[in-house]
């Protein structure tokens, strides 16, 4: 692959982790977190536009490889949106979320695509950061039950919640769940799960850390947990390959107050926002442009998405299904203090338990969505 590829002309899938390469165009700062041996990620080009006076933005994303979640900016990529902005993007891809924080305080990348929680987290510990528009507007979490786990309490996917969970609630007491790390919100999500049934996280359940979702995936598949929580593309291949059954869903609205949290989120140190405020604006007009061609447009960007990312990795079939079901998810570029807050109401930032440690309305800066949606003219879904 060469170094001025464009995402849709990769030929590279992400399969697995061992499939992903590293294709990197140096910079000093990819330089300097190589020496300090800190991250292990992935950078792709982006578009390039051959000329020395295109905006340069390092995107940090909050995943080891494409999330459905984060597809906004992929179609503004994909679509040239970012190229009519000049700007010329490179991406990141982080294997956790501490990862992530510390290559954005480290001045590794210019903004990081993820959930909020570690942002918080650093805002209480006095660090500076903004959040300048969302990609979604909930985490599509799943719980997935290995195939005889499910079998064994007779579970079903499309059982009536109700049913599901009083099943879940008589029978879950000593569940083996994967998640990716401590304090992670997948770790958060299997212990509000686990909770919203009646036990106790603590003492009825072993949550299992598997350093990444494919781990988890490879451990249900060899017997070691009994459960996992994922996002898509993930949840659809487990369910391809494994037999995997997902039971409990945010989408759906199955665990008490996840969809208040909101989704993912692009963030940036506040004295680069302040400092470059015409690179974030140029970077929320692409996407603000790519999110609203996924609302009106959802088949042209469901077929955009799969040819570029996903063709390789799953069929047709799974690809619509994963589509329909997750498609309500994109709504609005905008995010809430109300968000922000509800992450600490429901203890999902580890060691922040006060509304008052932190500013929430000083961390949500929508200005740059304003402007981009008023250049549009493109009247939001409420």
């Known amino acids: 692959m060469k170094p001025t590829d464009s995402l849709a002309g990769q030929k590279t899938k992400f399969r697995n ?8 165009r140096v910079t000093r700062r990819t330089a300097l977190t190589w020496a300090a041996g800190s991250l292990t990620c992935l950078v792709m080009p982006g578009v390039s536009l051959g000329q020395s006076a295109a905006k340069r933005a390092t995107l940090l994303m909050g995943a080891p490889g494409p999330r459905l979640s984060l597809a ?6 994909l679509l040239g949106f970012y190229k009519e902005e000049g700007l010329e993007v490179s991406r990141i ?17 210019d903004a990081y695509y993820t959930a909020p929680g570690e942002m918080i987290a650093a805002a209480a510990r006095g660090q500076k950061f903004k959040i300048v528009m969302a990609q979604s507007s909930a985490h599509t979490l799943y719980l997935v039950l290995t195939k005889g786990y499910a079998a064994k309490f007779g579970l079903t996917e499309n059982m009536p919640y ?20 401590p304090g992670s919100i997948t770790d958060g999500f299997a212990r509000q799960v686990i ?26 598949a060899n017997g070691a947990i009994d459960a996992f929580v994922a996002l898509p593309p993930n949840v659809d291949q487990a369910v391809a390959e494994i037999g995997a059954v997902p039971i409990f869903s945010v989408t759906k609205d199955e ?25 974030f604006q140029a970077l929320v007009n692409a996407e ?66 006060d509304l008052k440690s932190i500013d929430a309305a000083s961390l949500v800066d ?6 981009a949606v008023q250049q549009i003219g493109w009247k939001v879904p409420t």
């Open 195 to 220: 909770s919203s049934l009646g036990l106790n996280p603590a003492k009825d359940a072993q949550i299992v850390p598997t350093q990444s979702t494919e781990n988890a995936v490879s451990a249900a």
């Open 72 to 77: 906004p900016s992929y179609i503004a990529e």
């Open 255 to 279: 665990v008490p107050g996840f969809k208040s949290l909101g989704g993912f989120v692009i963030e940036a140190r506040a004295s680069d926002v302040e400092s470059n405020p015409e690179l």
């Open 17 to 24: 982790l061992e499939e992903i390469t590293m294709t990197i």
């Open 366 to 371: 929508m200005r740059f969505v304003d402007k």
């Open 288 to 353: 603000v442009r790519g999110l609203r061609y996924i609302i009106e447009k959802s088949e042209e960007a469901a077929s955009i998405i799969y040819k570029a990312q996903y063709a390789s990795m799953m069929s047709p079939d799974t690809w619509r299904t994963m589509w329909t079901k997750n498609f309500p998810q994109f709504q609005s570029p905008y995010f809430t203090k109300e968000s922000i807050e509800a992450w600490i109401s429901l203890g999902m930032v580890p060691n922040v338990t």
């Open 162 to 181: 109700e049913e599901k969970r009083k099943i879940a609630a008589a029978n879950f007491k000593g569940i083996r769940c994967g998640v990716t790390s």
């Open 93 to 109: 891809f982080m294997r956790s979320g501490p990862a992530g924080m510390t290559a954005l305080v480290s001045g590794s990348g």
